[in-house]
């Protein structure tokens, strides 16, 4: 079991910068990779980023990349995501996810996830 808890999101002006922090929980950190996931209001969950379980890979949502920055500290089983220059078609709640299948690539596709958090709203004033 895994527990994952998301914190961070909140009110934001165009252009603006947030950090969300995903703290884990049950397993080993270092044994799983994560993910970043969003969801906006009416439409269906879409992959932001991806880390592998030491850091050494990461991947990117083309909407995303050169403004997000997926990172995580494994001494503090935590993992973050630093957005910056947000856009107001950001504003989602962004849920975190642990992959724990022994992969050597970080994959894309939510239901390979296999524990969620609750989620964090982020919203981008324009």
């Known amino acids: 079991q895994v527990q994952l808890v998301e914190s961070g999101g909140g009110l934001v002006q165009a252009g603006g910068s947030l950090r969300l922090s995903c703290a884990a929980s049950g397993r080993t950190f270092s044994s799983y990779a994560m993910g970043w996931f969003r969801q906006a209001p009416g439409k269906e969950r879409e992959f932001v980023a991806g880390i592998s379980r030491y850091g050494r890979s990461t991947n990117y949502a083309d909407a ?7 990172s995580r500290d494994n001494a503090k089983n935590t993992m973050y995501l630093q957005m910056n220059s947000l856009k107001p078609e950001d504003t989602a709640v962004y849920y975190c996810a642990a992959d724990l299948h022994p992969r050597t690539t970080v994959v894309t596709s939510g239901p390979l996830y296999n524990y969620w958090g609750q989620g964090t709203q982020v919203t981008v004033s324009s």
């Open 64 to 70: 995303v990349k050169g403004r997000f920055t997926i």
